[in-house]
């Protein structure tokens, strides 16, 4: 008895062992094949250099849409498709500007840009005095009397000591989403926000901000200035109280208009109903490229398919990538691929997104059940070789999250977080600040994790 025991066992290990032998050399071949004949940083250079920022609506967003298609064709895809919604239009205008003045013509310039949906100033623009804060709880303390006329600047800076920059970044992010709309309940005639950046530079960073239910009239222009600029405005303010602060922008809200998810897929062909997504977003902020936010991601998820059919694997399910439009000011993308996945009933089991960058990749974070990440964390020996070490639960993508329900899995790929939020939604969101082979182990990590969860299935 004690025999056929061993020999069990003995049997069962070497099973498993072959198992992560073959699953070691299936990993090895996707980034030998993304380290030497990647694809995604040839893309990347079109998509940045050819094509430029991808604001939703805009020309250039169609020109990806296209481009994107046409490459994704020439990949030998099972089916390729464009996915019809409609996305918000917003434009910048003219370059804005911005001085603050502490004395009748003594005047010093602040580079500034107008957040993403921001209304415009007055056609001659607008000067204020200035009231500093460290964020919207500071409004109530101040009350309408110090606040009335004059334009808010949220100053609170990202907190350096979290590790995670996202972590920071979200510590601080509500100042330039609803900053504005908070500050005209006091009477506010305009708002800065200090730039979510963890440098000091003078690149000023956009994003997107929301009135909430604020009528039309009562909207005031909010804009982001760069970090040195808010140091040297709050200094300012310490010396001389009565600094005024002038700005113009001419940034305006469009109608709606017509744009697509772009998306590709090899058929399962063992579930083929069984869906596996990896994307990005395809649309970007207007002041750089999109290079890192978030061309990267889409060309890593493009690769992942390549990266799948070149080194030979036969996905068991059916893999789709999509490039998700308008992440950055609507999320429609993201909400329609739901929405119609919803109405067809398909049946999604995994998505992973990459939407944090194309640096160095560090590993994945799983909204999932305890199951799932124990079954991931059992691959960890896998991952080791590649320096790929991170297996946390946590956020996935914002353009994935609309699909959550409690059967499936959602990841984000996690690279290094370091430098993400100096180029973030900012002029210098360029190709050059991209890696080639940090860009391609990424890929190569992504189309490692689809393939072990295409290979294992999701634990039910
Ligand atoms: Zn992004």
Redesign the pocket.
Known sequence: MKKVIVLLLGLIFSTYGYAQNDDEKQIKKIYNQALTKGKAYDWLNYLSNQIGGRLSGSVQAQLAVDYTKAQLDSLGLDRVWLQPVKVPKWVRGTPEFAYFETSPGLSTNVSICALGGSVATPLGGLKAGVVEVQGIEDLEKLGKSKIEGKIVFYNRPMDPTLISTFAAYTGCVDQRYSGAEEAAKYGAVGVIVRSMNLRLDDYPHTGSMGYGDTPVSKRIPAAAISTKGAELLSTTLKLSEDTQFYFKQNCKQFDDVESFNVIGEIKGSEFPNEIMVVGG?LDSWDLGDGSH??GAGCVQSMDVLRLLKTTGYKPKRTIRVVLFMN??NGLRGGNKYAEVASNKKEKHVFALES?AGGFTPRGFSFDCSDENLKQVQSWKTLFEPYYIHLFEKGYSGADIRPLKDDQMVLAGLRPDSQRYFVHHHAENDTFEHVNKRELELGAASMASLVYLFDKYGVVK
């Open positions: 977003h936010d978030d992440e950055e939407d």
